[in-house]
């Protein structure tokens, strides 16, 4: 009898502890954002003075910062139009790009009547904004350099060349010819599969078209080319657009329109000369941007003089803080007692660090959606960015979007910064080290997309932050 009462009793304790256990695992991996609970294992039923606890009085210090400049080249969306907001402010987007050369035949037909020459495009299915309205936008050749050779004979340099890194940013300029192409007032359809077609100047088009039927060399040459019609701008109408749409950059052709005329009244094959767009070229996004007038209004006199990069706090900023795509503006959390975290107890383990982020509502909509995913890096204290936010296994780390199944539930975004917290918490000195949270990098220069964070307010932390821990009190 007092065998069976043992063997039960020792089941009775194994149950416990299995419970106990999936206790454990259940506060680990909970999404409940609660105040500060002490979880023990085996509590009243194994002596334990182990435990795991939850650390949610840790601070966030919030920030908007401005970066000077960030890659636009070679991306497969050509932005065009403008985002207006008082939040962020203004934004301006124009595409740069080359035609490539043409091929002809050897012979042409007698009677050639020129028509029309026209910009051929898809859109690729991206819009911001309301789509009712007109994009306006004038087309702008790119002007070229000249200069002598040693040997007195003239050359042309294409003026259409990335800086010295091999990179094109959203506030590269380039100098374009006096006068316009075309001024183009359009509703922008995205979503259509259709064939666009934008007419331009039939001055410039019948100069080319006499320029290929006396079959000028540089018009087939990839050498002389470039010199001949270095890129094209569709330079969007600053302080004007509130709608963006996405091009499809390999959708892009010039073509000159022709028919051979037999007699007055007939006419036979009407067809076209064809410059497809150069994919071995040189295309990026310019995207201007002015803050006046709206809440980053103060970013020219928080520049960085080494950087160009500019910050302002949350609490400048209506207590909130923004992100914006193409403009660079990226909201940063910067975690002040994260070098003294290993004081809190002795023999602390840390298990995971969480931060919630709830997006302001009314920031977003659906002609301006939330990302389902933000990149996440670690910058210095110039906000220069050091490096992806990875894991222990080297894999990026990025801010998700959750959205609650309640109705009135606003969606949020979770960021794991296990791996943040213990670098830093490790790190021998203060390292000045932040997280800087923005559009994914293949979205950033491809789109005008903005929404804002609720940030610190009379005090109280709106980041909401979890650390759970397993601390040994034996000691």
Not at 173 to 183: D, M, N, P, Q, Y
Request: with cysteine; charged share 15%; hydrophobic share 35%.
């Amino acid at each position: 009898m007092k065998s069976s009462n043992t063997f039960a009793s020792k089941n009775m304790e194994r149950s416990f502890r299995v419970v106990a256990v999936f206790l454990f695992a259940a506060s680990l991996f909970s999404c409940d954002f609660s105040k500060v609970e002490d979880f023990t294992l085996g509590k009243d039923f194994v002596k334990s003075t182990s435990g795991v606890i939850m650390i949610d009085t840790m601070s966030i210090t919030a920030s908007t910062v401005h970066l000077d400049s960030i890659v636009t080249i070679r991306a497969p969306r050509l932005l065009v139009g403008g985002e207006q907001n008082s939040s962020t402010g203004k934004v301006t987007a124009s595409p740069y790009f080359q035609f490539a050369n043409g091929s002809f035949q050897n012979d042409f037909p007698q009677n050639l009547v020129y028509d029309s020459i026209v910009v051929k495009y898809n859109y690729d299915g991206y819009y911001m904004g309301d789509t009712t309205k007109l994009i306006s936008f004038s087309v702008r050749l790119l002007d070229h350099k000249q200069g002598f050779n040693s040997n007195g004979s003239l050359y042309n340099i294409s003026a259409f060349t990335p800086n010295s890194d091999g990179q094109l940013y959203n506030s590269s300029k380039f100098k374009l010819k006096s006068g316009s192409l075309a001024e183009a007032k359009v509703y922008p359809r995205p979503r259509s599969r259709k064939d666009f077609y934008l007419h331009l100047s039939d001055t410039y088009g019948k100069q080319l078209f006499d320029k290929i039927l006396a079959k000028n060399d540089s018009l087939e040459s990839s050498l002389y080319f470039p010199v001949f019609m270095p890129g094209v701008a569709f330079v969007s109408t600053p302080d004007v657009n509130t709608t963006s749409v996405g091009i499809a950059q390999n959708s892009l052709s010039l073509r000159v329109y022709y028919h051979q005329l037999i007699s007055p009244i007939e006419v036979v094959n009407k067809t076209y000369f064809s410059f497809p767009v150069n994919v071995g070229g040189m295309w990026f996004n310019q995207i201007l941007y002015d803050s006046q007038g709206s809440l980053l209004a103060n970013f020219g006199l928080s520049k960085n003089s080494l950087t160009g990069n500019a910050e302002l706090s949350s609490v400048n900023t209506s207590n909130q803080t923004l992100i914006q795509a193409g403009s660079g503006i990226y909201t940063k959390l910067r975690i002040p007692g994260i070098q003294q975290f290993r004081g809190y107890a002795k023999n602390l383990i840390l298990i995971n660090a969480k931060i919630q982020l709830i997006p302001s509502p009314g920031s977003y909509s659906l002609t301006n959606p939330l990302p389902d995913s933000l990149a996440v890096y670690v910058v210095d204290r110039r906000n220069v960015i050091s490096s992806q936010l990875t894991n222990s296994l080297g894999s990026n780390i990025f801010a998700l979007k959750y959205v609650p199944i309640a109705f009135d539930e606003p969606p949020y975004y979770v960021l794991d910064v296990t791996s943040f917290f213990e670098s830093e918490s490790a790190a021998q000195k203060t390292t000045g080290n932040a997280l800087m949270l923005g559009m994914l990098s293949n979205k950033v220069g491809q789109s005008l997309n903005h929404f804002s964070f609720f940030g610190n307010s009379n005090n109280r932390n709106l980041f909401k932050m979890n650390i759970y821990c397993y601390i040994d009190k034996s000691n």
